[in-house]
């Protein structure tokens, strides 16, 4: 039973580039959240998805940030024209149902370096 | 006022002691209430859920909330050096209490 699947593991872009993550929830999971943590800080949340419907936006930056989770395939979290403050570790986590039962599975994460 | 509060630590203790972890929380309706172990470059696992006043044990672990002065705590018996990690202390909140917020964590070291 494959856990939470987030890929690629390591990513470096260059400033002003585009990037994708992915993430894949566990089987049976419909909730999908995407966590930033910068060096030697906590988890910050970002976004809160369900299949094809954005729930709780309210951690995303306003410019150059989005996510989807489409009917068909990984959640996506996409970061456009990356600049050296988006270097952070990105982790995303999914759950049977709302977070207030049974806590989320996080994935083992994706490390974004801007150079 | 940060949503969930825990010190940073670190926080070193020596091994076989009892490791004593702090979390405050401000959002005076909310139910659920987590800790998470991280290691250094890994994700956060889950370890103690509690939902109730009181304590609530886990082989080595104990989870204590105190929803009236807003406080969550875990204890770590026996500690032993592979307890050494960083302890993310998260509550759900939000509207409907869909997500979970975290603290900023508490690195422990175990000292042989």
């Known amino acids: 039973n494959a856990g939470v699947m987030q890929n690629p593991r390591h990513l470096v872009r260059r400033r002003g580039q585009e990037a994708r993550l992915r993430c894949s929830p566990m089987?049976?999971?419909?909730?999908v959240y995407w966590y930033r943590q910068l060096p030697e800080e906590g988890l910050k949340f970002m976004v809160y998805l369900q299949k094809e419907n954005i729930i709780d936006e309210s951690g995303m930056p306003k410019e150059r940030f989005s996510a989807e989770f489409p009917k068909e395939g990984p959640s996506i979290l996409r970061i456009q024209q990356v600049v050296r403050g988006d270097s952070a570790a990105y982790f995303c986590a999914s759950s049977f149902d709302r977070a207030s039962t049974y806590g989320y599975t996080f994935g083992s994460g994706t490390r974004l370096t801007v150079v | 006022q940060k949503e969930v509060e825990q010190n940073s630590g670190p926080l070193s203790v020596p091994e076989g002691a009892i490791a004593s972890l702090n979390c405050t929380y401000s959002d005076r309706g909310s139910q659920s209430f987590f800790w998470y172990r991280q290691y250094s470059g890994k994700s956060p696992e889950l370890i103690m859920f509690?939902?109730?006043?009181g304590d609530k044990e886990d082989g080595r672990f104990t989870a204590q909330l105190n929803k009236a002065s807003q406080y969550v705590s875990l204890l770590i018996r026996d500690s032993q050096p592979s307890d050494s990690a960083t302890y993310l202390c998260?509550?759900?909140?939000?509207?409907?209490?869909?997500?979970?917020?975290f603290g900023q964590g508490t690195r422990l070291t175990i000292n042989p």
């Open positions: 509690i939902y109730s006043n």
């Open positions: 089987k049976g999971h419909s909730h």
């Open positions: 998260a509550v759900n909140m939000g509207k409907g209490a869909q997500k979970l917020v």
